[in-house]
């Protein structure tokens, strides 16, 4: 693929699903080099979640992100974030 395709392509609409997709990705090779590198998972976690919060309250104001975090709990004991769990 040349410059000039993946400028393109990088204007072109990609579903907000994809986009998450990739996203992760980004996000799973840099948490295994970090531990690569010796960073705790518990560390990256931290940090992770003060990014992301950083970035919402940027984004939507800190009311918004205020309710987000407040739905976290009924998310994460309905298994939303398991990753062992399997879905039906």
């Not at 990739?22 to 992770?48: H, K, M, N, R």
Request: a negative charge.
């Amino acid at each position: 693929m040349t410059t000039t395709e993946r400028s393109t392509h990088a204007r072109e609409a990609v579903p907000d699903h994809e986009q998450k997709r990739v996203a992760l990705g980004y996000l799973q090779e840099a948490w295994a080099e970090a531990s690569l590198d010796g960073i705790d998972g518990d560390c990256l976690a931290q940090t992770c979640l003060f990014a992301a919060f950083a970035e919402f309250v940027t984004t939507y104001g800190e009311e918004a992100a205020a309710t987000l975090a407040e739905g976290l709990g009924t998310r994460i004991r309905n298994g939303e974030f398991s990753l062992d769990r399997q879905r039906q």
